[in-house]
């Protein structure tokens, strides 16, 4: 750059020593002689003042050090899409000798070609280009018109992420040429958006995926540009400081994915908004800070029509402290999976396998959580043992094992949306089950029990103690350290000699031995 700038600089994205910045003024600062760029720093560490100098104030920044004063010939305006490509994916042949063959690599993949061939080869391999990594490579424009469609035209994927593009037009000078892109990664790049709906020659045909994290993006302007990606599925928008403030109306119907996380500002009535997004099946929300959540529409064990696709959520890292947010997911009539990990909820004093359980408990048709699968035998202890530990609360809010008798109030139904549901499922707990046991010496607790391997006719009986409040599930898994055998394939039963011929099934994991009535001398029966 030289003495010359104008005004067309001003907007432009800049790159100065490695850090982006963006041109807020272009002239002279008296009383030092020559063209200055006034500039403001993506980090405010770098920069020196907010735009003043010596009581003159040449331009405004955000910070109040994010300004600096920057000589043109400091400065780097960038290169263009195909330049950047050249760079990136091609080495230059160097001199003929003797008509040797000269390498040249695309990618990392070395393609031989002898004199002035490679040229050509170097061409027909970029229109082979399906997928693009630009990422900081100072790309700041389209270049010349048309001539990225014609060196290559077949691309599918590019990532532009962190490079030096200053407004969506230069991405859609880009994009017209590429009619084949299915995927487009702009993320870190200042854009700026049309304040007026683009052209429909403006459109993105075939683009399934758009990741536009860090770019400064507002939910009127993602709305503004929406009708261009008629296709879209997969839509990325985190760190934006996104308040969603109008409803979709006719665009983002094919959307599957949508990320808002790192949004501050987005609350449940916002998420009201895009409640009907049609095909909507995963909904990222980390970092938003929601604590709260209800859907009017639906009753206690009813499904609400909010999100009617919505099969995983994601709320890692927010302000969820109470299992009421946890009953209103249940309303939901497609979830499957959600991940809500460092949430007050799950980070509190009962203990991570304990939340997991009552989660699981809660929310009956989840498959998945915190991206671990949820197997049948689980969800059977989580509900069998989420079933007992509110058992006492159920019968004083009016629950009853006798069907006529059972009106628990609806205090607790609201805070138990699923417990009359899991009694019709395993049938009411006993009183025996809900007995607070009474202290009393551990060696009136443990119980001496004979222990036989019916399949295992080399493994001599053998004896051990013990306690009587020991679940099934911790018994199996004590045996399976001492046999090494997986807990999944122990089979329990028990025999009394007061009951000479029968043998019992020890069926229920999360029971203990005490349930089963289980006695001193009694044989324990193992098979696997």
């Not at 050249?86 to 000798?97: A, I």
Request: proline share 6%; aromatic share 8%.
């Amino acid at each position: 750059m030289n003495d010359t700038l104008t005004l067309d600089v001003i907007g432009r994205r800049v790159e100065v020593n490695g850090e982006h910045a963006t041109v807020r003024f272009s002239g002279v600062v008296p009383p030092v002689a020559g063209l200055w760029l006034g500039v403001e720093w993506d980090n405010p560490a770098r920069g020196k003042h907010d735009g003043s100098h010596e009581g003159i104030v040449y331009f405004k920044c955000r910070h109040p050090t994010g300004g600096s004063f920057v000589r043109p010939n400091k400065v780097n305006f960038g290169v263009d899409f195909l330049t950047a490509v050249n760079n990136r994916y091609v080495l230059e042949d160097g001199p003929e000798e003797d008509g040797k063959e000269q390498p040249v690599t695309i990618g990392n993949k070395p393609v031989e070609t002898i004199g002035f061939d490679s040229v050509i080869k170097q061409q027909s391999q970029l229109s082979k280009l399906q997928e693009v990594s630009l990422r900081n490579c100072v790309v700041s424009c389209a270049g010349d018109k048309g001539a990225i469609a014609k060196v290559c035209p077949n691309i599918r994927r590019v990532d532009l992420s962190r490079n030096l593009l200053s407004s969506w037009d230069e991405v859609l000078s880009i994009a017209d040429q590429l009619k084949h892109l299915e995927v487009l990664n702009l993320s870190e790049n200042k854009l700026h958006f049309p304040s007026v709906s683009p052209s429909l020659a403006g459109t993105f045909p075939a683009l399934k995926v758009l990741v536009l994290n860090r770019t400064g993006i507002t939910w009127a302007e993602v709305l503004r540009c929406a009708p261009g990606w008629p296709v879209l599925e997969e839509l990325y928008l985190k760190s934006n400081d996104i308040s969603i403030s109008e409803r979709p109306a006719d665009v983002l119907q094919t959307v599957k994915l949508l990320d808002l996380s790192s949004n501050p500002l987005i609350d449940e009535n916002q998420l009201f908004l895009i409640a009907y997004l049609p095909r909507l099946e995963q909904l990222i929300l980390s970092d938003v800070g929601i604590s709260s959540i209800h859907f009017p529409d639906a009753g206690t064990g009813c499904k609400t029509s909010m999100f009617p696709s919505l099969q995983y959520l994601v709320v890692n890292d927010n302000q969820i402290s109470q299992w009421s947010f946890i009953n209103e997911l249940d309303k939901l009539q497609s979830l499957r999976a959600l991940s809500c990990v460092r949430n007050p909820l799950t980070e509190g004093g009962s203990g991570p396998q304990t939340t997991r359980q009552f989660i699981i408990a809660k929310i009956g048709q989840l498959k998945t959580l915190n991206k671990c699968e949820i197997l049948p035998e689980e969800r059977r202890g989580a509900e069998l043992d989420y079933r007992k530990a509110f058992g006492n609360e159920w019968k004083k809010a009016g629950g009853h094992q006798d069907p006529d008798k059972n009106r628990p109030n609806e205090a607790f139904l609201a805070a138990h949306p699923r417990y009359q549901s899991l009694c019709l499922k395993y049938g009411a707990p006993e009183d025996g089950e809900l007995k607070t046991r009474q202290p009393f010496l551990l060696k009136n607790q443990l119980l001496t029990l004979k222990i036989k391997y019916p399949n295992q006719v080399d493994q001599k009986v053998t004896e051990k103690q013990l306690p009587d409040s020991m679940t099934i599930q911790k018994v199996k898994g004590l045996l399976s350290r001492l046999l090494k055998v997986p807990v999944s394939e122990l089979l329990l039963s028990y025999e009394s000699p007061k009951m000479p011929g029968r043998e019992i099934e020890l069926e229920n994991d999360q029971q203990s031995l005490q349930f089963y009535s289980v006695e001193n001398g009694d044989y324990l029966l193992v098979r696997w």
